[in-house]
């Protein structure tokens, strides 16, 4: 991950043509699921862009991130590469876990990206692992963990955060409060006015940022990744931000209004930072189109080298399951047939008829 520092005109760019990244990403994703061409789900990051960029760039090359079941935006905001994202979206040879993971099990060990996840509230114990990894061998990283506002609730995000602080961990919290948990309004999930007010619990700072601010949200962030790093423990940030498609693609919406989308949609994270970016003389109009241009370029450059990509040997199903050998697995690979059927074994099926009596019965 290239480390960017929004505080400087080279990160300030950096760090659009990553929201660009993920909104061209995520609503070709979107086109392509809709028309039948990706296997299993997907859950778009579109709307939320500020928060994960804004949030990774406020974090050094060796921190880790956990992720949730919308998590591409998370992978290209730490530095993923789209064209093999997309190959993983695709189920194809290439991609990050072989095609074998799919949208929601992106994962990238050696770039911090410690998996997108498919269990709501899975990210934070990951992360409170992480962290106390870091503490017990004396490293100076930390571990992130993004989770939506329908995760907050949780039992194991709460003894996740817990341990971390009561273990000063160097970790740090961010729920993406996007309003919904899957079609539940937030104001009907928790009894709190913010999800922030939930950290004194633990003894431990909260903060709430406007997730449609990069700028807010990378400055929060940075100044929890220093408390943590330092020895101080984690902190909790809630940043309100804005799905701006349904909770799947597919879904119908009927708890909210086109006025609400829309209302959101006026306060968009990416127009609002590239006019900023123009203001002050960072970029021009003219720059900005033709990044745009470029990304969309690359992504549908992604798509056509994921189509032409193999998909994985049937006979790899079993493999990168286990770090060590593991006798079920070598006896299961071994029934495989390369179609990636079971193969019968005839001495089980002659074993079988001879305790029925023999075919003549």
């Known amino acids: ?57 406020a974090l050094e090359e060796n921190d880790y991130i956990t992720s949730t079941h919308r998590g591409h935006g998370h992978c290209i905001a730490k530095g993923l590469d789209p064209k093999i994202m997309m190959a993983e979206l695709y189920g194809k040879k290439g991609g990050y876990c072989n095609g074998k993971g799919g949208s929601m099990h992106i994962a990238d060990v050696d770039a911090g990206m410690l998996g997108a996840n498919g269990i709501v509230g899975a990210g934070p114990p990951l992360a409170t692992g992480a962290a106390l990894t870091s503490q017990l061998k004396g490293e100076d990283t930390v571990a ?40 539940t309004p937030v104001d009907k999930q928790h009894n709190v006015q913010n999800l922030s007010e939930t950290a004194e619990a633990y003894n431990i700072p909260g903060f709430t940022v406007d997730g449609m601010d990069i700028t ?66 960072t970029i021009t109009e003219e720059e900005f189109d033709e990044l745009k241009a470029d990304i969309d370029a690359e992504i549908e450059a992604a798509v056509e080298e994921a189509k032409a990509a193999e998909y994985p040997d049937p006979t790899e199903a079993y493999e990168d399951m286990f770090d060590a050998t593991v006798p079920e697995i070598s006896q299961f690979s071994s029934q495989m047939r390369a179609d990636g059927g079971e193969r019968i074994d005839d001495s089980r099926v002659s074993s079988e008829l001879d305790s029925d009596g023999g075919e003549d019965q």
């Open 1 to 57: 991950m290239v480390v960017i520092d929004i505080t400087t005109e080279d990160g300030q760019r950096e760090a659009l043509k990553r929201m660009l990244t993920i909104r061209a990403f995520d609503t070709k994703a979107g086109d392509l699921f809709a028309d039948g061409e990706l296997p299993g789900f997907v859950h778009l990051y579109v709307g939320e862009e500020a928060v994960g960029v804004g949030a990774c760039a």
């Open 216 to 281: 807010a949200v990378f400055e929060a962030v940075k100044e929890a990744r220093k408390r943590a790093a330092e020895g101080n423990g984690p902190t909790f940030i809630e940043a309100e931000t804005y799905r701006y498609y349904g909770h799947f693609e597919g879904d119908q919406q009927p708890y909210r209004t086109r006025q609400e989308v829309d209302s959101w949609r006026g306060r968009d994270a990416i127009d609002s930072f590239k006019e900023r970016l123009i203001d002050a003389g």
């Open 144 to 183: 992130l963990a993004f989770f939506g506002d329908g995760a907050v609730a949780q039992g194991q995000v709460h003894e996740a955060i817990n341990m971390a602080a009561t273990w000063n961990l160097p970790a740090v919290f961010v729920v993406e409060n996007n309003q919904f948990g899957e079609a």
